[in-house]
C-alpha cells in the first residue's frame, strides 16, 4: 500500500522544493501535515557532483525538512519533456500519492525546467482528476496547485511565516553540498555555487518576511487566491510594521 500525503511539494531538478519552499514543508512537517516530495529529474545535468551524489544528498534534505518520503521521475534535466508520456508519469504520481496540495515552480524563472515543470505539473494535477482517464488507479484532483518562485522574482499572492524553520531550510539546501558554496570544492563555479547564492536565498526570506512584520517569510503564487477564516488574524501585527 502506497502512503498518501496531504502535501506533494515537486521540483525540476533536487534542490529545487528546498529553495523554493522548504521552510514550509519543514513548517507543514512539524506541525503534523504528511509531506512528501518529487524530483521531476535526478539532476544529471549539473556541473558538480553526480546523480549518486545529488540522491544522497536528496535524502538527507527530505529527512532534514521531515518529508514522508521523495520520489524521483527521469524527465531529462536540462531538457525537461513534457509530452503526454510524461504527464502520465506525473499523473500516476498524483493517483499514488493522492496530495490535497501541490506545490511547483513557477512557470516564469530564468529556467527553462522550471517553467515546463510548473506548466507540466498544473496540468498533470488537473487531468489526473478525470474519471474518463483510466490508467489502472483511481482518479484524484488535488485542491490547487501553487507555485513557488526561483530565481526570478514574482509578486506573491500569499505568504508563510517560516522564521521558525529558516534555519530548517537553509541545512536542507547546504545538504546538497555539491551544489552549493564550499570553499573546500575544486569543481568549477556556477551561478548557485557562490556564496552570494546562498545569501541570497536567506536575503529574499528576511524581505518577504518584511512586508508581513516576521522574521522571515515564504512567497507564493497561485491561481486564485486563498480563503482566509480570519482576516483579523491573517494581517496580526502587521501595523507594528508601517
Ligand atoms: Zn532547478
Request: proline share 7%.
Amino acid at each position: 500500500m502506497t502512503e498518501t500525503v496531504e502535501i506533494l511539494a515537486v521540483g525540476a531538478h533536487p534542490d529545487d522544493v528546498e529553495l523554493g519552499c522548504g521552510g514550509t514543508l519543514a513548517l507543514l512537517a512539524r506541525a503534523g501535515r504528511s509531506v512528501g516530495i518529487l524530483d521531476l529529474t535526478r539532476g544529471e545535468a549539473g556541473t558538480r557532483g553526480t546523480p549518486e551524489t545529488r540522491a544522497a544528498e536528496a535524502a538527507e534534505a527530505a529527512r532534514l525538512i521531515g518529508a514522508r518520503f521523495r520520489d524521483g521521475l527521469d524527465l531529462g534535466d536540462g531538457n525537461l519533456r513534457t509530452d503526454r508520456a510524461a504527464e502520465l508519469e506525473v499523473i500516476e504520481v498524483v493517483r499514488r500519492r493522492r496530495p490535497r496540495l501541490v506545490f511547483a515552480p513557477l512557470p516564469n524563472d530564468r529556467h527553462p525546467d522550471h517553467v515546463r515543470a510548473g506548466r507540466l505539473v498544473a496540468d498533470a494535477a488537473f487531468y489526473a482528476g478525470l474519471r474518463a482517464l483510466e490508467t489502472g488507479l483511481p482518479p484524484h484532483r488535488p485542491q490547487q496547485v501553487v507555485y513557488f518562485p526561483s530565481t526570478f522574482l514574482a509578486e506573491p499572492t500569499f505568504l508563510v511565516d517560516v522564521t521558525e524553520t529558516l534555519e530548517v531550510k537553509l541545512a536542507a539546501v547546504r545538504a546538497f553540498r555539491s551544489q552549493f558554496f564550499d570553499p573546500a570544492s575544486e569543481e568549477p563555479s556556477t551561478f548557485i555555487s557562490s556564496p552570494e547564492f546562498l545569501d541570497g536565498v536567506t536575503a529574499r526570506a528576511r524581505a518577504f518576511g518584511r512586508l508581513a512584520n516576521v522574521g522571515a517569510a515564504e512567497g507564493f503564487v497561485s491561481p486564485r487566491p486563498p480563503l482566509l477564516s480570519d482576516p483579523l488574524a491573517a494581517f496580526d501585527g502587521f501595523e507594528k510594521g508601517f
